[in-house]
């Protein structure tokens, strides 16, 4: 059990176009998603936590206009980067809280999405 | 601020045995995660310490001491697959995670 999807895996944009990433939890009702960004050779970098039916919370330093993020049911979040650029490409990766851990809150990750912006 | 300490890279021999180390400074304390990641992929979780000890799972074994803010994951019996980076996070006062830079780990045969 467990499982996160992402969609798409993989995409290909112009710069200045938008792009729609979309996170499931397959199997288990996840109230908070969180959505990092991974650029070659660093660390997952959080972007913003979502909690279902309310406004997301983004870190600092992510501009919330530009990466808008909804967490519309217990099992989707979606983020959409708007108006892309070059320097957006990076892999994206959500993750999703499955509640039925208890304590240790454990967090599943979806596969990622590699976008690239040209 | 908030930092957490895991060497850049490490090398070991097939079927031997290696230890990563960790060390962290958080806001908070409420458990340790280490996750091991395959190039390309997202990370897969590995292990859990919220309390003082070994937790031992199959061939690898993670390790947290709160007080000297320090945990280290253990890999018995190595296997190629294994070569990943493996990627500590500390969970602060405000249940947020904060992630190492991860260590890439090379099995060599």
């Known amino acids: 059990g467990a499982v996160v999807s992402q969609h798409p895996s993989r995409v290909i944009c112009k710069s200045g176009t938008s792009v729609k990433i979309e996170c499931r939890s397959l199997d288990f009702q996840a109230t908070t998603m969180f959505w990092y960004r991974q650029f070659p050779k660093q660390s997952l970098m959080l972007m913003a936590t979502?909690?279902?039916?309310?406004?997301?919370?983004?870190e600092q330093g992510v501009e919330k206009d530009k990466f808008l993020i909804n967490h519309a049911s217990l099992t989707l979040s979606t983020l959409t980067v708007t108006s892309a650029h070059p320097e957006d490409s990076s892999f994206y990766i959500c993750?999703?809280?499955?509640?039925?851990?208890?304590?240790?809150?454990?967090?599943?990750f979806g596969p990622g999405t590699r976008l690239t912006v040209t | 601020g908030q930092n957490i300490d895991q060497p850049t890279e490490m090398t070991a021999t097939e079927g031997a045995i290696v230890q990563i180390n960790c060390t962290y400074q958080t806001s908070g304390f409420n458990g340790l995660f280490w996750y091991q990641q395959h190039a390309g992929e997202a990370p897969t979780f590995l292990s859990y310490n919220v309390l003082d000890g070994l937790e031992e799972k199959g061939r690898f074994s993670s390790f947290l001491s709160r007080s000297k803010g320090y945990s280290y994951l253990l890999l018995k019996e190595l296997q190629m697959k294994d070569s990943a980076s493996y990627l500590c996070a500390v969970r602060d006062s405000n249940y947020q995670l904060i992630w190492g830079a991860g260590t890439k780990l090379i099995i060599k045969p």
């Open positions: 993750s999703a809280r499955d509640m039925r851990s208890g304590d240790s809150y454990e967090q599943y």
């Open positions: 979502s909690n279902e039916g309310s406004k997301a919370t983004y």
